[in-house]
């Protein structure tokens, strides 16, 4: 069975500075990887994904993933941190059903916090 | 840019009471979905939905859940009878196609059972 495993409850950065926020997956066959951000009463907001290609995949407001086949790893990046980017992040990896629709496994969640 | 909405954001409910949950996806999604998040926990699949049928569920969508799109636009979650346990917050999805990457969430319903 598909999993995607998010191994820190929550980051703490200093703004300006860079961040990771770290995602394994454990997949049979080629992985198709998601990171969502969900902010305070907001919904799930797409950021990136991993299809196929260049393992260095850019998203939306400057975020970054690295896509690392041999560590089985999609961590999240960015090179300078704002404290807008407070919020909690989720990994996900694209499954599919017996009937052949899709769905997603969420990782628990990652509550990054921006320090001004 | 098109969004999928939710009502109510909030509901409250007594345990064993009937609970319906709307959403409204983006107009020319074709696959919807409903997941949960029990506070504090990891974002859960429910239950995928094409062609007024379900595609998919899972073991937590027993008998007391049920989808249905009554109306071309509204797609809605019951709970039959509430159970304490089902307080969590319910996000709605869709996607375009059957091979789209992309689902859109919509901001969520928080349901609390009493």
């Known amino acids: 069975a598909q999993s995607v495993a998010q191994p820190e409850d929550q980051v703490n950065v200093a703004e300006g500075n860079p961040l990771t926020v770290k995602c394994t997956y454990s997949?049979?066959?080629?992985?198709?990887l998601f990171w969502y951000v969900q902010y305070p009463n907001r919904g799930l907001q797409f950021l990136l994904k991993?299809?196929?290609?260049?393992?260095l995949v850019k998203g939306s407001y400057g975020f970054e993933a690295e896509f690392n086949k041999s560590q089985t790893s999609f961590h999240l990046k960015k090179p300078s941190a704002l404290v807008s980017d407070s919020a909690l992040y989720f990994c996900?990896?694209?499954?599919?059903?017996?009937?052949?629709?899709?769905?997603?496994?969420f990782g628990t969640g990652t509550r990054l916090k921006v320090l001004a | 840019e098109p969004e999928v909405t939710q009502t109510p954001s909030h509901q409250v409910t007594q345990m064993g009471q009937e609970v319906i949950l709307r959403c409204v996806p983006i107009?020319?999604?074709?696959?919807f979905y409903w997941y949960r998040q029990i506070l504090g926990q990891k974002v859960e699949f429910l239950v995928s939905?094409?062609?007024?049928?379900?595609?998919?569920k899972s073991e937590i969508f027993d008998d007391q859940f049920s989808v249905e799109r009554p109306d071309g636009s509204n797609f809605t979650l019951k709970i039959r009878s509430t159970k304490l346990e089902d307080s969590a917050m319910y996000f709605c999805?869709?996607?375009?196609?059957?091979?789209?990457?992309?689902?859109?969430f919509g901001p969520g319903t928080r349901l609390t059972v009493t």
């Open positions: 996900a990896v694209r499954d599919i059903g017996p009937s052949g629709t899709y769905k997603y496994i």
């Open positions: 997949v049979s066959g080629n992985p198709y």
């Open positions: 991993y299809i196929t290609g260049d393992n």
């Open positions: 107009s020319n999604h074709l696959y």
């Open positions: 939905f094409y062609n007024n049928e379900i595609s998919e």
């Open positions: 999805a869709g996607s375009d196609a059957k091979s789209s990457y992309e689902q859109y």
